[in-house]
C-alpha cells in the first residue's frame, strides 16, 4: 500500500461505542448499539442503563460491512438487539474467545496479543491484534467477563498504528499495548462509566486516563467515544475537555462530528 493509502481512512462516529472505519475500501464497524433510546438495559449483578440518545445512523443506512470489531458482547451498551440483528449480514465478527462461542456462525474469537488478516479486494492486507482489556477495579473479571481491544495496522501507516481500547480502565495490560506497537492513533471510550451499587469502582477510562495514555504511548491523535448518550456515563464531553486541556494534551484531541466521514491522518 502506498503512502498516499494512508489519507484514505476515514471514521465515522455513530454515537457510544459505535464507529465507522474505513481503510481503503474495508468498512470496520465497531460494537454495534443502534436500539432506538429510552431503553432500559440490565448489566447484570444490580448494574444497568437507560439509553439516551438514538445512533447518528441507522444500521439500515450503513452499507455493506465487512467486519465488526466488537470488544464484547454481553453488555447491551456496546451490543444491543438492534446490533446483534446487524451481525449476521456482515463479513466478520471479531471479538473473545468467550464471545465467539457464544455468537457462533460467523465470530471469529481473539484472546490478547493474537492476530488475524482482513482486507477488502484490492485494498491493504490489515493486521487486527486483539489487546488487553479489564473492564472495571482489579479482580472485577469474574464480574465483567471477558473483554478486548484491536490494534491495526497496515502497509502506509505513517503516524503508527490505530489502536480501538475497547471498555477499560487503565492498567498494567494498556500501557503493554503502548509497549509492543507504535500507536499513533487511538479510538478510546471515556465515560468514566460507574454504577451506584459498587460506589466509586470505575469501568472504563476517564479523560485524566486517556490523558495519560496519549503522553506514554506518544499518540498523534486521540479520538474520544463512549463519553454521551447513555446514563451510566459519568464524565462528558464538557468535563473531558477540561481535563484534557489541563493534562496538555488538547492539541492531540479530535471530537469526532456525529454521522460525519471524517478523515484522519493515520
Do not use: C
Request: hydrophobic content about 40%.
Amino acid at each position: 500500500m502506498s503512502d498516499s493509502a494512508g489519507s484514505q481512512v476515514q471514521v465515522t462516529y455513530i454515537g457510544g461505542p459505535t464507529a465507522l472505519i474505513e481503510v481503503g475500501g474495508l468498512r470496520l464497524l465497531t460494537d454495534p448499539v443502534f436500539d432506538p433510546p429510552g431503553g432500559k438495559y440490565s448489566f447484570g449483578l444490580g448494574t444497568g442503563s437507560e439509553k439516551l440518545d438514538a445512533p447518528a445512523i441507522a444500521a439500515d443506512d450503513l452499507g455493506r460491512i465487512d467486519a465488526v470489531l466488537l470488544s464484547h458482547d454481553h453488555h447491551a451498551d456496546n451490543l444491543d438487539p438492534a446490533g446483534r440483528a446487524l451481525l449476521p449480514s456482515v463479513g466478520t465478527v471479531v471479538t473473545t474467545t468467550s464471545g465467539a462461542r457464544r455468537l457462533r456462525g460467523n465470530a471469529l474469537g481473539l484472546d490478547p496479543w493474537a492476530a488475524t488478516t482482513l482486507q477488502a479486494p484490492g485494498g491493504p492486507l490489515v493486521k487486527v491484534t486483539a489487546t488487553p482489556a479489564r473492564h472495571g477495579p482489579p479482580l472485577s473479571h469474574p464480574l465483567v467477563g471477558d473483554v478486548i481491544g484491536f490494534v491495526l495496522e497496515w502497509d502506509g501507516q505513517r503516524n503508527g498504528a490505530f489502536w480501538i481500547s475497547g471498555d477499560t480502565v487503565y492498567y498494567r495490560g494498556v500501557t503493554e499495548v503502548g509497549e509492543r506497537f507504535d500507536v499513533g492513533t487511538g479510538l478510546i471510550h471515556l465515560g468514566g462509566v460507574r454504577f451506584p451499587i459498587s460506589g466509586p469502582a470505575r469501568y472504563t477510562m476517564n479523560a485524566k486516563e486517556a490523558a495519560r495514555v496519549a503522553s506514554e504511548f506518544g499518540l498523534k491523535t486521540l479520538l474520544p467515544i463512549h463519553y454521551e448518550g447513555w446514563k451510566h456515563f459519568r464524565e462528558g464531553r464538557a468535563d473531558a475537555e477540561r481535563e484534557f486541556a489541563a493534562s496538555g494534551v488538547a492539541n492531540r484531541v479530535h471530537w469526532l462530528a456525529a454521522g460525519v466521514a471524517e478523515p484522519v491522518e493515520v
